[in-house]
């Protein structure tokens, strides 16, 4: 069963020293004020605030992320490890995975059950794995799914955290789906067709064959296929779908799909695998 | 709950389902920071509540389709999640979003209250958490079924304790008894709960689990140990 995408929200900012204050861009997105929140969850406001058109009360929230909460955690670990204090209430209350589906159900008014998924690699692919999962059995009609990716310190102390070579881009990103299950009137983005892991490379080729000649468009390498992204489009025989990210951020998948699902047309198979050699797939149509 | 989805829809056959909590410097200095944290024992609903205890705990289930002709076990009668907005670190006192989510799960699982043969609560031992706790609890229940609490014996695991509580709920089921908290909430105090006191015998019937955690993920599970015919995800 393919799931409708009725809106998407996007924020994506390349960070080239001190990330930016989103105080502002969480009430434009938003329509109020957020206090007392870190960047994880002012990330995860602004992505969900601007793809929460009509979204009705019960909505169920999937929230994705590479790191999870990056920025608090490594203020709490700063004032564990090294001041030797204790955390503040506040500060050790926003580490918890599920803080920031917690603001966005308080800000949006959504009453359905929120789940925080933590994947390094594959984030964008287990959170949307779920939602279609709980879609299809009927335990969910509405979903917003989001990921989020946030930069902790400056860009250079988080380049060297999460292990990029020196004078790599980083960027913040925080992209959300709108998921109706019956959309009824409302117009339709796109829709969610298939999204599937496989335990290796062979399994993962079989599979993707047929789905490439059964009408697939394009093909969009994932970030993590590194030199394989060659070998697989000539197998794939897709043209490859171009979305150039402002820097980067650990769950570019999404971004890749919320692209396509903007301005793109017919299918999109996108491709990523783990340092295991474990591969995920997700097909989009618009 | 997802992964039983994903067995239900036919994605996996099985699942294996892993909980661990293991001691870190953050929970515990950030729970004492909270003031959550009590010097003595964790007495759930009890007069004397004053905060709960930390634990560790490791926890590992197989769920999986049930087949005709399976005996033993324990089966998913029915579910429910929610998100309380009222406070990220507080249910809403008034019990009205914790009795949503059980009347969630009765719902889902074609139930009425008074078929729960017993009640494993969250019970945090937290001053407001067990208020909003009894008050969802006498608002879906006419008369509670026996109570149990199993964080006095085992602390509270966190984002574990949802496996945790409940591979050691039907454990013990298993073996006949319900968990006793001997000396906590041995009478109703001003939140009209009792503990039970001793391991009361029990062999079969459909208990009700509940979790309410931190960002207000609101929890209940139904399940039970009598197969029945329709197509059921086993527990275990």
């Given at each position: 069963?393919?799931?409708?995408?009725?809106?998407?929200?996007?924020?994506?900012?390349?960070?080239?020293?001190?990330?930016?204050?989103?105080?502002?861009?969480?009430?434009?997105?938003?329509?109020?004020?957020?206090?007392?929140?870190?960047?994880?969850?002012?990330?995860?406001?602004?992505g969900?605030?601007?793809?929460?058109?009509?979204?009705?009360?019960?909505?169920?929230?999937?929230?994705?992320?590479?790191?999870?909460?990056?920025?608090?955690?490594?203020?709490?670990?700063?004032?564990?490890?090294?001041?030797?204090?204790?955390?503040?209430?506040?500060?050790f209350?926003?580490?918890?995975?599920?803080?920031?589906?917690?603001?966005?159900?308080?800000?949006?008014?959504?009453?359905?059950?929120?789940?925080?998924?933590?994947?390094?690699?594959?984030?964008?692919?287990?959170?949307?794995?779920?939602?279609?999962?709980?879609?299809?059995?009927?335990?969910?009609?509405?979903?917003?799914?989001?990921?989020?990716?946030?930069?902790?310190?400056?860009?250079?102390?988080?380049?060297?955290?999460?292990?990029?070579?020196?004078?790599q881009?980083?960027?913040?990103?925080?992209?959300w789906?709108?998921?109706?299950?019956?959309?009824?009137?409302?117009?339709?983005?796109?829709?969610?067709?298939?999204?599937?892991?496989?335990?290796?490379?062979?399994?993962?080729?079989?599979?993707?064959?047929?789905?490439?000649?059964?009408?697939?468009?394009?093909?969009?390498?994932?970030?993590?296929?590194?030199?394989?992204?060659?070998?697989?489009?000539?197998?794939?025989?897709?043209?490859?779908?171009?979305?150039?990210?402002?820097g980067?951020?650990?769950?570019?998948?999404?971004?890749?799909?919320?692209?396509?699902?903007?301005?793109?047309?017919?299918?999109?198979?996108?491709?990523?695998?783990?340092?295991?050699?474990?591969?995920?797939?997700?097909?989009?149509?618009? | 709950?997802?992964?039983?989805?994903q067995?239900?829809?036919?994605?996996?056959?099985?699942?294996?389902?892993?909980?661990?909590?293991?001691?870190?410097?953050?929970?515990?200095?950030?729970?004492?920071?909270?003031?959550?944290?009590?010097?003595?024992?964790m007495?759930?609903?009890?007069?004397?509540?004053?905060?709960?205890?930390?634990?560790?705990g490791?926890?590992?289930?197989?769920?999986?389709?049930?087949?005709?002709?399976?005996?033993?076990?324990?089966?998913?009668?029915?579910?429910?999640?929610?998100?309380?907005?009222?406070?990220?670190?507080?249910?809403?006192?008034?019990?009205?979003?914790?009795?949503?989510?059980?009347?969630?799960?009765?719902?889902n699982a074609?139930?009425?209250?008074?078929?729960?043969?017993?009640?494993?609560?969250?019970?945090?031992?937290?001053?407001?958490?067990?208020?909003?706790?009894?008050?969802?609890?006498q608002?879906?229940?006419?008369?509670?079924?026996?109570?149990?609490?199993?964080?006095?014996?085992?602390?509270?695991?966190?984002?574990?304790?949802g496996?945790?509580?409940?591979?050691?709920?039907?454990?013990?089921?298993?073996?006949?008894?319900?968990?006793?908290?001997p000396?906590?909430?041995?009478?109703?105090?001003?939140?009209?709960?009792?503990?039970?006191?001793?391991?009361?015998?029990v062999?079969?019937?459909?208990?009700?689990?509940?979790?309410?955690?931190?960002?207000?993920?609101?929890?209940?599970?139904?399940?039970?140990?009598?197969?029945?015919?329709?197509?059921?995800?086993?527990?275990?």
């Amino acid at each position: 069963m393919a799931v409708p995408v009725v809106a998407t929200g996007t924020y994506c900012e390349a960070v080239t020293d001190t990330p930016p204050p989103l105080k502002e861009l969480v009430r434009e997105s938003t329509g109020t004020s957020v206090r007392r929140v870190g960047r994880f969850i002012q990330l995860a406001l602004i992505g969900a605030g601007r793809a929460a058109g009509d979204v009705p009360a019960n909505t169920a929230i999937y929230l994705g992320s590479g790191r999870g909460d990056l920025d608090a955690m490594a203020e709490a670990l700063e004032t564990i490890c090294v001041e030797k204090q204790a955390p503040r209430p506040l500060l050790f209350i926003n580490t918890v995975s599920n803080a920031a589906c917690f603001y966005v159900a308080r800000t949006l008014e959504l009453q359905a059950a929120s789940h925080f998924v933590s994947s390094r690699h594959f984030a964008l692919e287990s959170a949307l794995q779920s939602a279609l999962v709980d879609m299809r059995c009927g335990a969910v009609d509405s979903a917003l799914l989001g990921i989020v990716d946030v930069v902790a310190g400056t860009a250079a102390e988080h380049a060297q955290r999460v292990g990029l070579a020196a004078g790599q881009a980083v960027a913040e990103a925080s992209h959300w789906l709108q998921l109706q299950r019956d959309p009824g009137a409302r117009p339709v983005l796109g829709t969610v067709d298939a999204v599937e892991f496989f335990g290796d490379r062979a399994q993962a080729q079989e599979r993707l064959e047929k789905l490439a000649r059964n009408g697939g468009t394009f093909f969009a390498p994932g970030q993590y296929l590194g030199s394989e992204a060659a070998d697989w489009s000539r197998r794939l025989a897709l043209d490859i779908w171009r979305s150039e990210p402002a820097g980067h951020f650990d769950s570019r998948a999404a971004g890749v799909l919320c692209d396509f699902l903007e301005r793109g047309s017919g299918c999109l198979l996108h491709l990523n695998r783990d340092p295991r050699g474990r591969y995920a797939a997700v097909v989009v149509s618009r | 709950m997802a992964a039983i989805r994903q067995v239900e829809c036919g994605l996996l056959e099985h699942a294996l389902v892993l909980g661990a909590e293991l001691y870190n410097d953050v929970s515990a200095l950030g729970f004492h920071g909270l003031g959550l944290l009590t010097e003595s024992v964790m007495a759930p609903f009890d007069a004397n509540r004053d905060g709960l205890v930390l634990g560790e705990g490791v926890s590992a289930l197989v769920i999986g389709r049930a087949t005709a002709s399976q005996t033993g076990g324990f089966y998913l009668r029915g579910s429910a999640s929610t998100s309380d907005t009222h406070s990220i670190t507080a249910s809403n006192p008034d019990g009205s979003t914790i009795a949503d989510v059980m009347r969630a799960a009765l719902d889902n699982a074609g139930m009425t209250a008074a078929q729960v043969d017993a009640v494993k609560v969250h019970g945090t031992a937290s001053l407001s958490n067990d208020e909003a706790e009894s008050a969802g609890m006498q608002q879906v229940f006419d008369r509670l079924p026996p109570v149990c609490a199993l964080k006095p014996h085992i602390g509270h695991t966190l984002g574990a304790c949802g496996l945790n509580e409940l591979v050691l709920f039907c454990a013990a089921v298993e073996a006949g008894f319900l968990v006793a908290t001997p000396g906590i909430s041995a009478r109703a105090g001003d939140l009209g709960v009792t503990l039970n006191q001793e391991p009361a015998p029990v062999s079969t019937g459909t208990f009700m689990l509940n979790y309410f955690g931190f960002g207000g993920n609101n929890a209940s599970l139904l399940v039970g140990n009598e197969p029945r015919r329709d197509p059921t995800v086993a527990v275990m």
